[in-house]
Every structure is written in C-alpha cells, then in structure tokens.
C-alpha cells in the first residue's frame, strides 16, 4: 500500500509560479511511475504530467509544455511539479497519483492523494 499527500497549492496571479509537492509513503520500492492529474469546474480529469520513478522518463501534456516541469527524489520519495507562467485555465484541483508495478492495472495510477487546489487570478 502506498499513501500520498498533496502541499503546495494556493492562489496565485496569472503569470506567477507555483509549486507543488506529492509525498509518498508506505511500499514506496515498487512505485512504476508517478505523475499529476488536475480536475477543473465542470471538467473531466485529465493527466497533466507523469515521471517514470526509475528512468526518469518524462511526460507534459500539450496544454502545460514549456511551462511545467517534473521531477523527484527518490531519496526523499517525493515528486515535485514546478507550475510557471500560470494562466486562468490551470485553474483546478491538483491530484498526485502512483501506479504500482506489483498491481496489474494495465498501466493505469493504483493510489491517489486527497489533492490540493490551485487558483489563478486574472
């Protein structure tokens, strides 16, 4: 079993910056990959960005490229989410999320933390 905790949300103005971190905890050793997920008013959740815990191998959704960057210690098993240049429509609440290589899930996230909202003003 893994357990996340989501800090670092807040309410920022467009344009500023933001980080959030994910602490995991518990049968952290069999951690696959990581990444953040974000849910807006009246939207569907979808993956923002997702790090393999190992490789090292990135992933940024289209919408965040170029403006968002991933990254973790492994050491301290934790994942971070540097968030610049911040617009309206990031607006949403933040989700960590781990997929466990122990769990067959075909490639899907096994646990998720309680999430953490993030609010930018125009």
């Known amino acids: 079993q893994v357990q996340l905790v989501e800090s670092g949300g807040g309410l920022v103005q467009a344009g500023g910056s933001l980080r959030l971190s994910c602490a995991a905890s518990?049968?952290?050793?069999?951690?696959?990959?990581m990444g953040w997920f974000r849910q807006a008013p009246r939207n569907e959740r979808e993956l923002v960005v997702s790090?393999?815990?190992?490789?090292?191998?990135?992933y940024y959704a289209d919408s965040v490229k170029g403006r968002f960057t991933i990254s973790r210690d492994t050491a301290k098993n934790t994942m971070y989410l540097q968030m610049s240049s911040l617009e309206p429509e990031d607006t949403a609440v933040y989700y960590c999320?781990?997929?466990?290589?122990?769990?067959?899930?075909?490639?899907?996230?096994?646990?998720w933390g309680q999430g953490t909202q993030v609010t930018v003003s125009s």
């Open positions: 999320a781990a997929d466990d290589r122990l769990i067959t899930s075909a490639g899907q996230y096994d646990y």
């Open positions: 790090i393999g815990w190992r490789s090292g191998n990135t």
């Open positions: 518990g049968r952290t050793w069999s951690i696959n990959k």
